[in-house]
Structures are given as C-alpha cells and as structure tokens.
C-alpha cells in the first residue's frame, strides 16, 4: 500500500496549488481520505476529509473557504485544491487513508510521505 502525495512547491501568498494523492496497492474508494499539515514545530494539523464517495466533506476552520478536498476515484487520486494561500500554510502537507471520517489522526490508517509547501509573503 502506497499514498505518493506531490503537487507542493514554493508560492507567493494569494496564490494557488493543488496537491494530489495517488494511490497503489488499494482501492481508494474503499477509504475515506484525509489531509494533514504539519509545520516545523507545531504539532499534525487536519485539514480535510471526504467520505468514499467524495459527497461528504470537511475542512479545518483555519483553511475554510480557501481549501477544497476532491476525489476521483475512477484515478485513485485525492486532490487539495489550494487557493488564496497564507504564508501560515506554509508546512508539509500529508494525505492519509482510514474507515471513518475523522479529524483525528490516529483514526487513519495509512500514511503518504509528504509534500512541502511553502508560502512566501
């Protein structure tokens, strides 16, 4: 089981990005997906989840109304749709697969390595 998390990168505050998570070795719509954040220092930060059928979603309140949570299960890839960044979005941004839709990290049960994102200001 792999989740390959790209998409990051450097970007000026106000813009855009949009990570991806692929997966291998599973079948994404069998899981709810979640994004996590974590920052140099701070503790893992939920950012989003959505249900199997990507009807369902959640986001952080830090990041409402800036970032989106998709799915396309046809592809095995869950997406972040990332729009009017912050320079405190800056942070490595993980994806994860789990059973129930959750704001908790330990409710998921596998983990993508990571993708940077860093927001200049």
């Known amino acids: 089981v792999q989740l390959q998390a790209s998409g990051g990168g450097l970007v000026q505050a106000g813009g855009s990005l949009r990570l991806s998570c692929a997966a291998s070795g599973l079948t994404l719509s069998s899981y709810v997906m979640g994004w996590f954040r974590q920052a140099p220092g701070k503790e893992r930060e939920f950012v989003g989840t959505i249900s199997r059928s990507g009807g369902v979603t959640y986001v952080g309140e830090s990041v409402k109304g800036r970032l989106t949570v998709s799915r396309d299960n046809a592809k095995n890839t869950m997406y972040l749709q990332m729009n009017s960044l912050k320079p405190e979005d800056t942070a490595v941004y993980y994806c994860?697969?789990?059973?129930?839709?959750?704001?908790?990290?330990?409710?998921?049960?596998?983990w993508g390595q990571g993708t940077q994102v860093t927001v200049s200001s």
């Open positions: 994860a697969a789990g059973w129930a839709t959750s704001k908790v990290s330990d409710d998921y049960e596998y």
